[in-house]
C-alpha cells in the first residue's frame, strides 16, 4: 500500500495526544469562520492521511477477497451484524442491565465525542455522489434533519440527554479511542479519496447500530430517565433498521452496480469503522470494569 508523505511515519496514531490534537484541529477547521480566521490545514491533512494509512494497515487482510458482485456483496456485508468487529460486545448487556447512573454517563459523554454528527458526515459525504446514491443520502439526511422540523432532529435529541443526565462530553476527558472513531469519521466523509470508504463506513453505522441502541435506551430506562430524553435511542433502535434496508439497497448496490472496484473501499470503511469501535468497546470495559468511573457500583464481570 503506497505511503502518504512521511510526516506521520514516526507518530503515534492510536495516542492520546495525537488523537486529542486532531479532535481539537478538526473541531477549528469545521467550524464557520471569516476568512481572517482560516486554519492552515496542510500539515494536518498530511497527517490525517497517515492515519488512514495506518488504519487500512490495520484491518490487514480483511478484505482483499471481498466479492464485486451486488448480490454476493451485500450477503457478506449484512452478516457484519455477527462476524464485524466488535459485534455482540458483552459491554451492551451490561450497560442494559448494570450499569449505574454515573457509569452511563460516562458511557454517553464517550460516545458523544467527535465535531461531526452523523448529520454532517452524509452531508458532506454526498457531494458528487451518483444520483441514485446521492438521493438515499439525501432522504437520510432529510430525516436526521427531522425533516424539518427542529424538534424531530437528531442531533439536539442528544443535547437533550446529555443535560438529562448533566453530561458534559469534552475532548480532554474522552479517551483516545473515542477520539481515534470520531476522527477516521472526519477523515473518511471529508476526504474525496475516501469518499467509498465513508459509504461503507456510514452504512454498517446504519446495519449495526440498532441493537447497541436499544441496550442503551433498556439501560436509561432502568436508570428512570424519561422518556423524551432517551428518545434518540428508542428512536434509532427502530429506525435504523430501515435506513440500512434503504442504505443497502440505494447507496451500497448501486454504488457497485455501476463500478464493481468500490467494494473494496465501502468494505474498507465499513471494517475501519467497526473496528474502531471494537476498540472504543475494548477500552470502556477496562475503564468501567476496573472501577475508574466516579461512583462506581459492585458489578459481576461479563464472561
Not at 496542510?42 to 477477497?65: D, H, S
Not at 443526565?165 to 477520539?179: C, G, H, N, R
Not at 422518556?227 to 427502530?238: C, E, M
Request: glycine fraction near 8%.
Amino acid at each position: 500500500m503506497a505511503k502518504p508523505v512521511s510526516i506521520g511515519d514516526s507518530e503515534n496514531y492510536f495516542s492520546d495526544g495525537f488523537q486529542r490534537d486532531m479532535a481539537r484541529w478538526n473541531h477549528r477547521r469545521l467550524m464557520p469562520c471569516s476568512p481572517d480566521e482560516a486554519v492552515d490545514n496542510r500539515e494536518w491533512l498530511l497527517r490525517e492521511a497517515a492515519m488512514m494509512v495506518a488504519l487500512r494497515e490495520g484491518i490487514g487482510g480483511g478484505t482483499p477477497a471481498v466479492p464485486t458482485d451486488v448480490t454476493g456483496f451485500l450477503a457478506r456485508f449484512a452478516n457484519l451484524i455477527e462476524t464485524g468487529p466488535g459485534q455482540n460486545d458483552p459491554l451492551f448487556d451490561w450497560i442494559a442491565d448494570h450499569a449505574s447512573f454515573a457509569e452511563m454517563r460516562w458511557f454517553f459523554e464517550q460516545e458523544a465525542a467527535g465535531e461531526a454528527g452523523f448529520d454532517d458526515l452524509v452531508a458532506m459525504t454526498q457531494v458528487k455522489m451518483p444520483v441514485c446514491a446521492k438521493l438515499e443520502l439525501a432522504r437520510n439526511y432529510w430525516d436526521e434533519m427531522g425533516r424539518g422540523n427542529m424538534k424531530g432532529m437528531h442531533g439536539p435529541m442528544l443535547g437533550l440527554l446529555a443535560d438529562a443526565i448533566d453530561a458534559t462530553p469534552t475532548i480532554d476527558t474522552t479517551v483516545w479511542e473515542s477520539l481515534m472513531l470520531a476522527n477516521a469519521m472526519t477523515a473518511m466523509a471529508t476526504r474525496r479519496e475516501y469518499a467509498w470508504h465513508s459509504i461503507g463506513a456510514l452504512g454498517v453505522i446504519e446495519l449495526t447500530a440498532p441493537g447497541r441502541a436499544a441496550l442503551v435506551a433498556k439501560g436509561l430506562r432502568r436508570l428512570g430517565v424519561r422518556g423524551k430524553h432517551r428518545h434518540y435511542f428508542d428512536l434509532h433502535a427502530v429506525l435504523d433498521i430501515k435506513h440500512s434496508e434503504e442504505w443497502n439497497r440505494e447507496v451500497i448496490a448501486s454504488l457497485i452496480a455501476d463500478d464493481p472496484s468500490r467494494a473494496r473501499f465501502i468494505a474498507e470503511g465499513a471494517l475501519i469503522r467497526l473496528a474502531c469501535g471494537a476498540r472504543c468497546y475494548r477500552r470502556y470495559r477496562a475503564e468501567l470494569w476496573e472501577g475508574r468511573a466516579e461512583q462506581r457500583e459492585p458489578i459481576a464481570r461479563a464472561a
